[in-house]
């Protein structure tokens, strides 16, 4: 069965976001770029929730275009345009989507249905509505967090309103020259 991993940059204090969802605070560089472009580079589902999912359609189609594309904007467009999309929306309707499924409903069979064929990982990139939602029903796998060099104080936190303890076992760490640390876990179950 495939594994749902939350890709996610968090502040130190544990937030994914400011207060009106402000994302300038988060640190990326080439070397952080190249460094997820080889591990999503594999994948074949992203997960997304409605917002950040039309953020992304909003950039990525058109993206390998833009005479000042870079390298990773080429790379990451070419793997946005053809890997399969999976956004958790209550009010966006699947009018003939190429490539993309919309979940409304049924959360946890819907879910449990799209991690049942053979495949790479599912990857949740941001969304943090969405990730509050899986965690709640204990169908996160794993969590592959950038933590950035911040204490925002305030604004979105990733874990909220936890029914139960989460164990978790760490697979690596890596620290990037501008200062962020990449943490990965996986769900002890």
């Known amino acids: 069965m495939r594994k749902i991993i939350s890709f996610m940059h968090i502040s130190l204090d544990g937030f994914v976001a400011g207060p009106n969802g402000e994302m300038d605070w988060i640190k990326v560089n080439e ?28 950039y990525w189609p058109t993206a390998a275009d833009k005479p000042a594309a870079t390298r990773h904007d080429i790379e990451h467009a070419k793997w946005y345009s053809k890997v399969r999309k999976v956004v958790l929306s209550k009010t966006m309707k699947d009018a003939g989507l190429a490539n993309i499924k919309i979940i409304s409903n049924n959360l946890a069979e819907s879910i449990n249905e799209i991690k049942q064929p ?9 969304s943090p509505a969405a990730t509050h939602s899986l ?9 592959w967090l950038f933590v950035n060099p911040v204490i925002l104080g305030r604004g979105i936190p990733l874990f909220t309103n936890i029914k139960d303890k989460i164990k978790l076992s760490l ?17 002890d179950r």
């Open 31 to 58: 070397e952080i770029f190249e460094h997820v472009g080889k591990r999503i580079s594999k994948g074949d589902t992203a997960l997304y929730g409605r917002v950040t999912y039309q953020m992304m359609e909003s």
């Open 118 to 126: 053979a495949g790479e990982d599912i990857l949740l990139f941001g």
């Open 135 to 143: 965690i709640q029903l204990n169908l996160i796998d794993g969590y």
């Open 171 to 187: 697979l690596t760490t890596r620290q990037f020259t501008c200062g962020v640390t990449e943490l990965n876990y996986s769900v």
